[in-house]
């Protein structure tokens, strides 16, 4: 595997001794590109300059073509560097800085995306942006721009004052909306109202391109579940099955595409990034937990055996993400010509038998691997059981992965954030419950945790950071870092019911409240209080394809009340949640993870506390049965946590069952316990 993205350059600016790989690829550039940092913004204050931010990421294909098309030119860069103090971000590294200068260019054009070019004023304030621009409108932008600052400096300027006070306004939290209970009632009438913008034949939301939301699929599940609501289930699975048989999920490597450039997720674009995956593997696993489909297990092998092969490293982490592109074209590497399948026939023999080759298949003259049929279909074809024809797929897939081995693979982004590791070991922790391999991908997830708590924590003992490269750590970390870290650790503790990473989980949390959270406007946000090198200190509220911190933070907080019975940790989710409820039952496409909470106390949090010698034992049998809609707490012994106090007698093992803070007379049974929550599903059911 490529380690760089693309052939070293000389270096020729500011950017050769930074460790990304994005940056790296830049430094070649006749540019006179700057990292962030104070040099850039004394040098455009000292010359009277607009600054151009410039942010993108290693497996951009549109970065890589704006690249060739103007950042490489010579006559491009002289304007650039005449006209500009020019500052490149690699938007993973600094996440921050881009949610400064997204939100202010998609509040300037209404559009977003990478590559992100914000111009600014020497003091940082935004005025002008886009995305990718060709390379005569990006020649007539500068100039046109350069004038514009030259006539009319104060103009400019006011602008960009007016545009920060936006912003700042933007990442505010709604007042209380209203004092009214959660209910379900409510969420189905809020997904019948954005049931117009879900695509109820491909799955996904309306129109092109397509992006995953594992988010969305995991509350839909979840929601119909709890509500008895047979469309929902249906279009969750839907997307999950459509997903998985198209050319968006590398059907002989394993793991996903960012996203499908059209409606009917066939075609993808090329990238693969950790996150995307870490989700998604979560969401097959309560799939298969929930539905028993074969596919969606086997789908979550593919991510697992990705991961592994070709993006984890020998610390016991994880790298970011794999170019879209290789040999400078996008998608060479993973589709498949007519001549070179015609040269090998095994090849032919494994791809015609499992995959189209004809139009439906057919992408730019090449075919890009699309399932002709489920394994139930493929079983019944053949007339041999499902266990044989999946057996057979991963043998045509094996032999056709190493005919792919053999040609020049996308490039590496091979540093470690922080989020995306700890997404990855919350995924595989919940997967070694949902999932035959259990002691092996619970094993796993402690390893990622422990290279996170090693090298980027300094075993617990130093501040925590955003990224990791060859062992040096990057910036101080943001409130992604501090959510999703907390979150794998609940999961730790729900896979293990080890009480350790509960204590972890908690005393991050007080550090992020101590770094981030502002008590007066009752918010998280997403840099800490020592962070300062930004207009405005950004928020992230709506969920995206990564769920916003925010609302992990929420998630978090509200398990840990239950866990440890701090109301102040129930206050603040409470908070947070009822500042966006609003928004939350008018697009909850767009505010899932919100959703689920929501759901969760409509639910009245649901829990099941299990002590005694046989507590662990019958944990595992009830939570493989009802995996997605309980709080789940056991010990064999004494316990500290609320959930258990005082629920531990000598030689007895017992099951609680609990809602809305009361709890049910105990139980002696596995199956009792079953037949009881069955009951509460179905009252939930009839409530809706």
Request: with cysteine.
């Amino acid at each position: 595997m490529n380690s760089a993205v693309h052939p070293e350059k000389t270096p020729r600016n500011k950017l050769a001794d930074c460790s990304s790989p994005y940056l790296q690829q830049h430094a070649g550039n006749p540019v006179h590109w700057y990292p962030w940092g104070e040099e850039a913004w004394t040098k455009a204050r000292s010359e009277n300059k607009l600054v151009l931010v410039s942010i993108g990421y290693s497996a951009c294909h549109w970065c890589h073509v704006m690249e060739k098309e103007s950042f490489e030119d010579d006559e491009v860069a002289r304007q650039m560097n005449r006209g500009f103090v020019c500052i490149k971000v690699d938007r993973e590294e600094r996440p921050d800085v881009d949610h400064v200068y997204m939100e202010a260019v998609q509040a300037m054009s209404r559009q977003g995306g990478w590559p992100l070019n914000c111009f600014t004023t020497p003091d940082g304030l935004p005025v002008y942006g886009g995305t990718y621009y060709p390379r005569a409108q990006w020649m007539r932008v500068m100039k046109e721009l350069a004038n514009l600052w030259q006539d009319s400096p104060e103009e400019v300027k006011d602008y960009g004052q007016r545009l920060k006070q936006g912003l700042e306004l933007s990442g505010a939290l709604a007042a209380l909306d209203s004092d009214r209970s959660p209910d379900l009632r409510s969420l189905h009438e809020a997904l019948d109202n954005a049931k117009s913008r879900f695509d109820m034949v491909q799955g996904g939301t309306e129109g092109a391109p397509k992006f995953p939301l594992p988010g969305l699929i995991r509350f839909l599940m979840r929601y119909a579940l709890s509500s008895g609501d047979e469309q929902y289930r249906r279009f969750a699975e839907l997307q999950l099955e459509r997903m998985s048989r198209g050319g968006i999920c590398d059907q002989i490597g394993g793991g996903f595409a960012r996203y499908s450039v059209d409606a009917q997720w066939k075609v993808p674009h090329f990238e693969k990034m950790l996150y995307d995956n870490a989700q998604l593997l979560d969401c097959y696993a309560e799939a298969y937990a929930l539905y028993g489909k074969r596919e969606y297990a086997e789908t979550a092998k593919g991510i697992l055996r990705w991961l592994q092969r070709e993006m984890r490293h020998e610390q016991g982490g994880y790298y970011s993400a794999l170019d879209a592109d290789s040999e400078g074209e996008e998608g060479k590497f993973y589709t498949w010509s007519q001549e070179e399948l015609e040269q090998d026939e095994t090849a032919m023999k494994h791809f015609a038998q499992w995959y189209h080759l004809d139009a439906k298949g057919s992408w730019e003259g090449k075919y890009i691997p699309l399932c002709k049929t489920s394994f139930a279909e493929a079983a019944q074809q053949a007339q041999c059981s499902e266990d044989e024809a999946v057996e057979a797929w991963n043998e045509a897939n094996d032999y056709l992965l190493t005919v792919r081995s053999r040609r020049v693979a996308p490039g590496l982004d091979d540093k470690s954030i922080c989020s995306w590791n700890a997404m990855l070991a919350g995924a595989l922790a919940k997967a070694s419950t949902m999932l035959p391999e259990a002691k092996a991908l619970l094993a796993e997830a402690i390893a990622v945790m422990d290279f996170v708590n090693r090298e980027m924590n300094a075993h617990g003992e130093g501040p925590l950071l955003h990224s990791w490269k060859e062992g040096q750590g990057g910036a101080q970390a943001f409130l992604e870092d501090y959510a999703h870290c907390i979150r794998a650790y609940i999961e730790l503790y729900k896979a293990s019911c080890d009480e350790h990473f509960l204590q972890l989980a908690k005393n991050l949390t007080l550090q992020a409240i101590d770094a981030c959270y502002d008590a007066d406007k009752g918010i998280f946000f997403f840099t800490s209080s020592e962070q300062s090198d930004l207009i405005v200190r950004p928020t992230e509220l709506n969920d995206n394809v990564i769920p916003s911190s925010n609302a992990v933070m929420a998630h978090n907080l509200m398990d840990l009340y239950a866990y440890f019975g701090l109301s102040h940790f129930r206050d603040k989710a409470l908070r947070l949640l009822q500042g966006v409820e609003k928004a939350t039952l008018d697009h909850p496409e767009g505010y899932f993870r919100w959703a689920e909470i929501y759901l969760d106390l409509s639910l009245g949090m649901p829990e099941v506390a299990i002590s005694g010698n046989k507590a662990i034992e019958w944990y595992q049998a009830l939570r493989g049965q009802f995996p997605l809609l309980f709080r789940w707490a056991a010990s064999r012994g004494e316990s500290e946590l609320s959930l258990l106090q005082g629920r531990f007698a000598a030689g007895e093992s017992r099951i609680y069952i609990c809602e809305k803070q009361a709890c049910k007379q105990p139980l002696d049974s596995p199956e009792r316990a079953a037949a009881e929550m069955e009951e509460m599903i179905a009252s939930w059911q009839k409530s809706s």
